[in-house]
């Protein structure tokens, strides 16, 4: 138990958050041991993305505790909060990539803001990070001029541009078809491996949480009701996961 | 029951807006030690919002000046001698013209761009980008047009009451036959410095509104284009409503306490 807590790199204990009268989590645990590739899979509008926020500090909790490295990051100042979200990077589901800025600006920003690199540098780091998600030449080119799957990998290699220890994937295989959301799943594991950064992808895309994860964990009405490799998902008879993986409309997850 | 839910609804809602101005007002302010890191593009956003506005300052100023003339002429008939006019449109322009009619026309055309700019941003998750690569978006965003705006509509107002007054001058020579020299007599005639310094105090408090309120709305942006359109609609029309609001105010305070008439 002990070595375990060891390995925790973020910890989250009964959290509870609401908008208005909806009650998003309701004192949800969860943790995430470093190294690994969690994934948090659940139904569109369960809070997964609203997860992810907590985890960064983006969003305040309403009750409970989210530490990072065993600090508690709920309590954290603006300033303690930037200085933590240098060891994170984040790729979001629209890819959030600056369109008043070129491909090269966008991936280079963290370092030009961050780092005491020369031009030369930053210019050699953002052409490596590049290469990592498989672009090459296209730093003078706006966002607006690329394909979806495109700006997820720009929006990839800024994410991980510093060198972060997490990096924090919300729906990365949405909106993207088949092959490059395969692309997309290899580039995730590739990074895993170069970069042994601890990752945690929240989607609804069963085969990509199959084809990423170490472990699975499914959220569901405010809670994790499971936890699991994904190996014991395949096999599970809990019949909320079943009817999730299985996309059934019959079961106990009533269609909203 | 249901007028008393809309009415608490919108009390409800003035009172989140008010403290969601404050603490944006305030966090700006905390960022003012880092207006040099951020001159450069202060730079960008004096030219997009001054320069920019100059075209639409220049038509509107030439006309309020020249419907001013015109207008007072028509009042003046019968009562007051015409050499009175210069005096009336100088007054008339410094004190309240200039610096009311550009705020709200600067203002419109601002606080829309930027609650727009900035509310696509919000929409389209670039604003949480920015907080994730640990870049404070007040700073980077907020700051340089706040800056900007509280410079350049000074700027513009000065521009504003040098056309309006030769608009006026203009319409009074050609369609009034009052001659240019005149014309110059009447604006000298009763001018105080105080008036024009006045008149320009006023609109560095209304070009920090402007900038203030379309950056707010720009942040409080939800949801996706109608979200964009409606952040908006509230930035010009709050900017707009504040500028008239806190105009009285500030005559209040400028020419009742601090330019007070000494007898």
């Known amino acids: ?88 990077g984040m790729l979001f589901q629209s890819s959030a990539l600056f369109d008043s800025m070129t491909v090269g600006e966008n991936v280079a920003l963290p370092l030009r803001k961050h780092s005491e690199m020369s031009d030369g540098e930053i210019a050699k780091v953002v052409s490596e990070k590049l290469e990592l998600v498989g672009l090459t030449g296209v730093q003078n080119q706006y966002p607006a001029e690329m394909s979806g799957g495109m700006k997820k990998r720009i929006g990839l290699a800024r ?78 008879d809990d019949p909320v996961l079943r009817q999730f993986i299985e996309g059934k409309a019959q079961g106990p997850i009533k269609p909203i | 029951m249901a007028p008393f839910v809309i009415l608490g609804r919108f009390f409800l809602e003035f009172i989140q807006d008010t403290g969601g101005v404050f603490l944006l007002m305030g966090r700006t302010f905390q960022t003012l030690p880092r207006t040099f890191a951020n001159a450069r593009s202060t730079l960008q956003q004096m030219d997009r919002i001054g320069i920019g506005s100059i075209p639409l300052v220049l038509v509107t100023s030439i006309f309020v000046g020249a419907v001013t003339s015109v207008q007072a002429a028509y009042q003046f008939h019968g009562y007051v001698p015409l050499q009175y006019l210069g005096t009336v449109v100088g007054k008339s322009v410094t004190l309240e013209l200039g610096p009311v009619l550009t705020a709200l026309v600067v203002g419109g055309r601002v606080s829309a761009s930027i609650a727009a700019e900035l509310g696509t941003m919000k929409v389209t998750e670039q604003i949480d980008a920015m907080e994730m690569i640990a870049i404070d978006p007040v700073e980077y965003l907020v700051l340089p047009r706040v800056l900007a705006s509280t410079i350049m509509l000074p700027v513009l107002t000065i521009l504003s009451d040098l056309l309006a007054i030769l608009g ?96």
């Open chain 1, 159 to 236: 994410a991980v541009a510093m060198n972060p220890q997490m990096v924090l994937y919300d729906e990365p295989t949405t909106g993207l078809d088949p092959i490059m959301a395969d692309v997309i799943n290899e580039l995730i594991r590739t990074l895993q491996r170069e970069l042994a950064v601890t990752s945690v992808v929240v989607t609804h895309d069963i085969k990509s949480a199959y084809h990423v994860g170490d472990r699975i964990a499914m959220l569901h009405e405010g809670k994790i009701i499971y936890s699991g490799t994904p190996e014991e998902v395949r096999r599970t």
């Open chain 2, 168 to 263: 006026g001058m203009v319409v009074a020579n050609i369609s009034l036959h009052v001659s240019f020299n005149t014309f110059e007599s009447g604006l000298k005639l009763l001018f105080h410095t105080q008036d024009l310094v006045g008149g320009l105090m006023k609109t560095f408090v209304f070009g920090f509104i402007i900038a203030l309120m379309g950056c707010y709305h720009g942040f409080e942006t939800r949801g996706g284009a109608e979200g964009v359109g409606i952040a908006t609609m509230k930035a010009v029309v709050s900017s707009c409503l504040l500028i008239l609001v806190s105009n009285y105010l500030l005559a209040s305070i400028i020419f009742r306490i601090i330019f007070a008439p000494s007898s």
């Open chain 1, 1 to 88: 138990m002990e070595q375990r807590a060891n390995g925790t790199i973020v910890r989250i204990r009964g959290l509870g958050k609401s908008f208005g009268r909806h009650r998003v989590f309701d004192s949800l645990d969860l943790d995430i041991v470093r190294g690994e590739t969690l994934v948090v899979i659940g139904r569109s509008g369960c809070g997964k993305s609203v997860l992810l926020k907590h985890i960064t500090g983006l969003l305040k909790p309403d009750a409970g505790e989210i530490t990072f490295e065993g600090e508690d990051i709920t309590r954290f100042t603006r300033k303690k909060l930037y200085q933590m979200r240098l060891h994170f």
